[in-house]
């Protein structure tokens, strides 16, 4: 029996096969979301996994359900594996933003699905960081997430060397379309032609932009003149007052592909640009809105962060820790006749909060210890009984390899 | 736009409304799940939530299809959201289990799925701590696996007074069906009545039992005598050596639904009798072989916990702490010259760890300082110029009103 094409089996580490993922590494790493999530004063929420499929198909138009993972349910209701979290975000605010102080600041970690039927060995869901700022307009909400965004990087320790994270401005490239008489109907076009620009030949670009009637060589030249916007100034002067100047740069090349972004748009990647994008988002001050049916009207932005690229970074730059059992204590139990004592003192450490491991059933003395090295146990104990029957607990120090005993047991 | 019926939104706390969930208590129980089975040496795996639909026809039966949330993919799979995590571990552990040494001791925390067509109301989903030992047969892991669940339930503040374990033997069952002249194929619908006893008038249990050649009397009397047996007794006996036999009892009533257990079994429940089952598992020596398709043969057991119970019961007991944003620090930012430097400070701190929170736009004093007491911060600082012009921080607890000044700004 094999698992569905696309989906992920996370075993312990050491791991068993190439073909598996570490739970150790995805649990490392959701640790740190949450972390720095919490350091900037996010908090956690999170929705179903499954939605009804208009939560995307309003967003993003029928062309969206090609890449879904929809189907009809017992119930006989359209629905979809969620593939992106911003739509349930909506929903949620939409449903009980007045019970909240603006601006909202959450985050979740939700994992998300596509399917893309063509392609074979492609992943077809993944995990998130996804962290959104709701009800502020202001361009300080803009340097507030970015600078979650940097942290969250850096608590991986990665540096300015690593990554860098390009900024650009849906509002500029609106106004770029707009002053050379782009069509509104023409707009979602031209943004994908400037998002491709990186992946397609000048040749294929050069056709889509004309099919627009956009000349390429201005759009080249908007590019390369990169001269902030105001928005994008503020964003990058707040920064800088952090600290964290050297972690971004102004890059139109940037703009985001999905149709819904408003205003700052923006991509982390990795500096030698060996891997896709690490991290990508922006504002969609208009989606509660659409989303809620008009109820509900607040400016918003986020980010998203998949755990596929930022693990294949951490793992090319060294960055991963080893991951073991986090055993503390091995109990050696030598004595048979010492065994109800050994589990009353191993309740007793676990009750302190030690890990604690021992052998089951009876084992041979070297077995035991052998075992306790390949968890990489901190410790071994033992206990010993003098002649008098009082009870001692024989610690072992694995690294220094000090001893002491220590009676009645306790810790050491 | 609404969601799925029998699906939960989690929001962070305080919670808006009654019909949503709080994240906060969803984390809190998962850290502690974790934190448990981590003191016991237990390592974390996880699988899809989406499996091929065989894996669970496979060890269910077709029978089971209609509980399942289950559908046709778009490339004519036919494929189910996970009800139970045990067939997943069955088939990571059937690949990979040559490289993991024997007893394997894995724990999970998937959501799984159900879609029962009738119930209105009911939950579609809900989070369960799957805790399993693999490659054992001794009754040592079957205290091991128990020790962890009384210890897991301990761990949120629950006593002897608040819940026991009901600990039973399919063994034991199967004997006395087996010495009664029960037929083999009668065995499911035997276990299924015993199972259902507690729910049922016992004219339904008569007609059952009487429809499978067994006397009701017999039943009743055979539960009433509640002798343990052996491999009940090496139980009990190891648990008291651990200072737990409080929270076991013997209990024939217990026997689980379903098809696959093989040795103990067990349910916990809540002492008053008013909630279903908080956690319920057993032993299922012969599942890996079936999930494998006879290439593994491995003995194990395993214990699932779901969240639902559990927070109901830490609600009615008032074990659950209150939850609040965890801001340790809120900036106050009086003087706007001062917010570049502010900014940094905030930077600063955040550095150091701190959950640190602040206006992003200008805002007057008095709602500075009263959104710091909302957000229940530990602290507010302040940072203020001399008129030398060098920068001190001005520091206040909000629980002692206790204030300090710290030049150059640092933390308290």
């Known amino acids: 029996m094999e698992r569905l094409p696309g989906f992920r089996d996370f075993y312990p580490e050491p791991l068993p096969h190439?073909?598996?993922?570490?739970?150790?590494?995805?649990?490392?790493?959701?640790?740190?979301?949450r972390m720095v999530a919490r350091r900037y004063g996010f908090r956690e929420y999170d929705g179903?996994?499954?939605?009804?499929?208009?939560?995307?198909?309003?967003?993003?138009?029928?062309?969206?359900?090609?890449?879904l993972y929809n189907f009809v349910d017992k119930g006989e209701r359209s629905i979809s594996l969620r593939p992106e979290m911003t739509p349930t975000l909506a929903r949620m605010v939409a449903a009980h933003e007045r019970n909240y102080k603006k601006p909202i600041k959450w985050f979740a970690l939700p994992q998300l699905f596509r399917y893309e039927r063509q392609q074979k060995?492609?992943?077809?869901?993944?995990?998130?960081?996804?962290?959104?700022?709701?009800?502020?307009?202001?361009?300080?909400?803009?340097?507030?997430?970015?600078?979650?965004?940097?942290?969250?990087?850096?608590?991986?320790?990665?540096?300015?060397?690593d990554f860098v994270i390009r900024l650009s401005s849906r509002n500029a490239w609106q106004e770029f379309f707009q002053q050379r008489g782009g069509k509104p109907e023409d707009a979602y076009n031209f943004y994908q032609a400037v998002d491709k620009l990186e992946r397609e030949t000048p040749e294929e670009s050069r056709k889509k932009f004309s099919a627009v009637g956009i000349s390429f060589d201005e759009v080249n030249d908007f590019i390369k003149g990169g001269k902030p916007t105001a928005e994008l100034q503020a964003v990058v002067d707040n920064l800088t007052a952090r600290g964290l100047a050297a972690f971004v740069k102004i890059d139109y090349q940037v703009i985001r592909g999905l149709a819904y972004y408003t205003g700052v748009v923006f991509e982390a990647f990795d500096k030698k640009g060996e891997f896709r994008a690490i991290a990508g988002g922006g504002r969609y001050d208009n989606l509660i809105?659409?989303?809620?049916?008009?109820?509900?009207?607040?400016?918003?932005?986020?980010f998203g962060m998949g755990d596929v690229v930022l693990l294949e970074l951490l793992k090319q730059r060294g960055l991963l820790p080893k991951f073991d059992s986090q055993i503390q204590t091995f109990c050696l139990i030598e004595d048979e006749t010492l065994r109800p004592a050994s589990l009353a003192f191993i309740q007793q450490l676990r009750?302190?909060?030690?890990?604690?491991?021992?052998?089951?059933?009876?084992?041979?003395?070297?077995?035991?210890?052998?075992?306790?090295?390949?968890l990489k146990?901190?410790?071994?104990?033992?206990?010993?009984?003098?002649p008098e029957g009082a009870l001692s607990a024989k610690w072992k120090n694995l690294a220094t390899r000090e001893e002491k005993t220590i009676s009645p047991p306790g810790l050491p």
Do not use: C
Request: aromatic content about 8%.
């Open 18 to 33: 190439p073909d598996v993922w570490s739970a150790d590494a995805r649990q490392y790493i959701f640790d740190k979301w």
């Open 48 to 67: 179903p996994p499954l939605e009804p499929l208009e939560l995307y198909t309003l967003k993003s138009g029928a062309e969206i359900v090609g890449q």
């Open 121 to 161: 060995g492609r992943l077809r869901e993944h995990f998130q960081l996804n962290a959104d700022v709701i009800g502020e307009t202001d361009t300080a909400a803009d340097s507030e997430l970015l600078g979650l965004l940097i942290d969250t990087l850096r608590a991986f320790g990665l540096t300015a060397e």
């Open 289 to 302: 809105k659409l989303i809620s049916g008009g109820k509900v009207n607040l400016p918003a932005l986020g």
């Open 351 to 374: 009750d302190a909060g030690q890990a604690v491991e021992y052998a089951l059933t009876p084992a041979k003395s070297d077995k035991q210890f052998k075992r306790a090295m390949e």
């Open 377 to 386: 146990a901190q410790w071994t104990v033992k206990l010993e009984k003098t």
